[in-house]
C-alpha cells in the first residue's frame, strides 16, 4: 500500500510526511507498528545543511518500509533537542531497539551517527545535537 493510499484509508485530514528510517527500514517500521517503538532522533546539524525544518508535536508522518511500503501512521507528541551525551535512558527505552538499554543505544547510534556524518565530511563528538521525536501510532 502507498503513503497516499494509507493515508486516505486512515480518514485523518490534513498534511504528511511519508519516510523511513535510515538504517534497517524494515525492522524499525515494524518495532514502531507494534507499538514498541515510539521514539527516534536524528543530528541537528542535517536538518540545517538540507534546510529543512524540524519536526512539530501535532504532525503526522507515515512510516514506510525499504522498499516505500506504508507500514503505519504516526502522530508526533514531542520533539526537544539535547546532546548525544545527554540522552536519557527513557529516550533509549522508548527507542525500542536492542535490549532497549542506554548502553545499547549509545553503542548502536554512535556507530551509526560516525558513519552518516562521514557523508557530510564531519566527524562525531559526543556533544552533537540530536532532535528526538517521540510519537504514537495512530493507524
Request: aromatic residues 12%; charged residues 35%; negative net charge.
Amino acid at each position: 500500500m502507498t503513503a497516499e493510499e494509507l493515508w486516505k484509508q486512515s480518514g485523518l485530514t490534513g498534511r504528511y510526511e511519508a519516510w523511513s528510517f535510515g538504517d534497517d527500514a524494515d525492522r524499525l517500521a515494524e518495532l514502531v507498528k507494534k507499538g514498541i517503538k515510539t521514539a527516534t532522533c536524528s543530528a541537528l546539524v542535517f536538518y540545517k545543511a538540507e534546510d529543512e525544518e524540524l519536526p512539530q508535536a501535532g504532525e503526522y508522518s507515515i512510516i514506510l518500509d525499504s522498499e516505500e511500503n506504508a507500514v503505519c501512521i504516526i502522530r508526533t507528541t514531542d520533539v526537544y533537542i539535547t546532546t548525544f551525551d545527554a540522552v536519557s535512558k527513557e529516550h533509549a527505552y522508548k527507542e525500542g531497539e536492542g535490549d532497549r538499554s542506554l548502553e545499547y543505544w549509545r553503542k548502536v547510534h554512535k556507530k551509526f551517527f560516525e558513519e552518516e556524518l562521514k557523508t557530510i565530511n564531519q566527524q562525531f563528538d559526543e556533544k552533537l545535537e540530536l532532535v528526538c521525536e517521540e510519537f504514537e501510532v495512530v493507524g
